[in-house]
């Protein structure tokens, strides 16, 4: 498996930012092809000492790297990712990485 995480950084308007993202942004990200899975933190993102610089996160999983590369350059990977410059004021951060259970 290979994963996805994008780290949405606190948005001018939360309320906004929440409802574009799960009235129009899952929607559509839920398009791209390869998805297996897609899960998004719920309440405060915290850190050991307290708040985060992250309103929100997105754990996006595929069979491989390489599959994140062919649903990136897809038509639905393409409008995904042009659609977080209208809702995500407070910038995004996106990591990509295999991974293995242990």
Same mark, same amino acid.
């Given at each position: 498996?290979?994963?996805?995480?994008?780290?949405?950084?606190v @948005?001018?308007d939360?309320?906004a930012?929440?409802?574009?993202? !799960?009235?129009?942004?899952? @929607? $559509?990200?839920? %398009?791209? @092809? #390869? $998805? =297996? =899975?897609?899960?998004?933190?719920? #309440? $405060?993102?915290?850190?050991?000492?307290? @708040?985060?610089?992250?309103? $929100?996160?997105?754990?996006?999983? !595929? &069979?491989?790297?390489?599959?994140? %590369?062919?649903? !990136?350059?897809?038509?639905?990977? %393409?409008? /995904?990712? /042009? &659609?977080?410059?209208?809702?995500?004021?407070?910038?995004?951060?996106?990591?990509? !990485?295999?991974?293995?259970?242990?």
């Open positions: 498996m290979a994963s996805l995480v994008v780290m949405y950084g @948005p001018d939360a309320a930012f929440d409802r574009h993202y !799960f009235e129009h942004h899952v @929607p $559509l990200a839920k %398009q791209i @092809p #390869g $998805l =297996r =899975r897609y899960d998004v933190s719920t #309440g $405060l993102v915290a850190t050991p000492a307290g @708040p985060s610089k992250f309103h $929100l996160i997105a754990t996006l999983e !595929f &069979d491989d790297m390489a599959a994140i %590369q062919n649903a !990136f350059a897809s038509a639905e990977g %393409q409008a /995904a990712a /042009a &659609d977080v410059q209208a809702f995500a004021t407070g910038g995004a951060e996106m990591i990509m !990485f295999d991974d293995r259970q242990v």
